[in-house]
């Protein structure tokens, strides 16, 4: 089992490689909606091969070219033609067969003079705790190159083992306010992450400043303080998944369960002076940053139904409601009740995990 992940880095080629890496690109998605657009007018996929293929592209590039319109052609035939896509950011593409990286360049045909030269673009790796090193010691497959806000980046399709073992350990994660992540494993380990508290104070102390600030009619520095918020909170995010994801690592779990987020807002147990706070925080950032991170680590991620998933006694099955922050039972169990979500999460029906922005 192994999983597919996207490494960014960053490109810094020369004025002269920049211009042919522009001119590639444009050619390169030109050349796919060309082949897109004869391959619907005939209603059937090409057998053109390189060679068929007149731009000033190395053969190498052609052949991807090739591959990628026909992968158009066919969400084109599966909507039966009403929906043909087109292709508008500038990118190249080339295989694992045809670049090369040294974790100081890459190397790879080129368009120099109208013939295909092999040419080394220096990367900068920037990395922290060594953790792009680490992926990029697995197998390596295509590189897209594209250029965005005046930048170019590179990147790398790994490919990742997933966990192995003779079972299946699961993990659940219940998100919220006061207690932005709880963690339970199969075997009853619990962990609380981040600050609800202190988020909370934060994000009251950036809403008083704007407002000091609105009354002076300083509109610059209220967007500044709303980027400053935002990146903030993000940074949160980050620290948090980063934790859930090590300390699933650490009880060797294979697989981490969240709840579907399309109702999280209507569902989150929260209080009329939390509300502002449950409309601003990103659950679904979040959620993403645990998915991402635990991808790398090879760690599977499901979605689960979150229905009664706070409300239902992990030992019983009773339903109960919540008194301030403990969950009682009839038969006698009694826990934290961020805990109870994240107990029942474990074994809740694993749903679609394209999950909704919430």
């Known amino acids: 089992m192994s999983q597919i992940i996207t490494v960014k ?49 190395p053969s190498a590039v052609k052949n991807q070219a090739i591959k990628d319109a026909k992968s158009v052609f066919k969400k084109a035939k599966k909507s039966n033609y009403e929906v043909v896509p087109t292709l508008k950011k500038p990118m190249c593409i080339w295989n694992n067969q045809n670049y090369s990286f040294d974790f100081t360049h890459f190397s790879m045909p080129l368009m120099v003079d109208g013939k295909a030269k092999k040419t080394p673009i220096h990367a900068l790796l920037v990395d922290k705790d060594n953790r792009t090193l680490d992926l990029l010691k697995h197998k390596l497959g295509t590189l897209r190159i594209t250029k965005k806000s005046d930048k170019w980046i590179a990147q790398i399709s790994v490919t990742i083992p997933t966990v192995q073992g003779s079972s299946v350990k699961v993990m659940g994660v219940d998100l919220g306010l006061k207690v932005p992540a709880v963690a339970v494993t199969d075997d009853e380990k619990v962990r609380f992450f981040g600050n609800g508290r202190q988020n909370k104070f934060k994000k009251r102390k950036f809403r008083s400043d704007r407002k000091a600030l609105g009354k002076k009619k300083k509109l610059n520095a209220i967007r500044n303080s709303q980027d400053k918020e935002q990146r ?37 147990r929260t209080s009329r002076k939390n509300e502002k706070n449950l409309h601003t925080w990103s659950f679904y950032r979040l959620s993403q940053f645990i998915k991402y991170k635990a991808k790398i680590v090879g760690i599977k ?57 919430a």
């Open 232 to 268: 903030w909170m993000k940074d949160q995010d980050h620290k948090i998944s980063r934790a859930i994801v090590n300390f699933a690592k650490g009880n060797k779990i294979s697989v981490i369960r969240l709840e579907q987020l399309a109702n999280i807002r209507q569902t989150t």
């Open 9 to 57: 880095i960053k490109l810094l080629p020369t004025k002269e490689q920049a211009l042919v890496l522009t001119e590639m690109c444009k050619t390169y998605i030109s050349t796919i909606n060309d082949l897109v657009s004869e391959m619907v007018a005939e209603k059937k996929s090409t057998k053109k091969s390189s060679k068929h293929i007149d731009a000033p592209l």
């Open 301 to 357: 991620v499901e979605y689960v139904n979150p229905a009664y998933t706070s409300q239902t006694c992990p030992k019983c099955s009773d339903m109960n409601k919540t008194q301030d922050r403990k969950y009682k039972c009839k038969c006698g169990f009694q826990i934290h009740r961020d805990i109870v979500g994240a107990m029942n999460i474990r074994y809740a029906p694993v749903v679609d995990g394209n999950s909704q922005s």
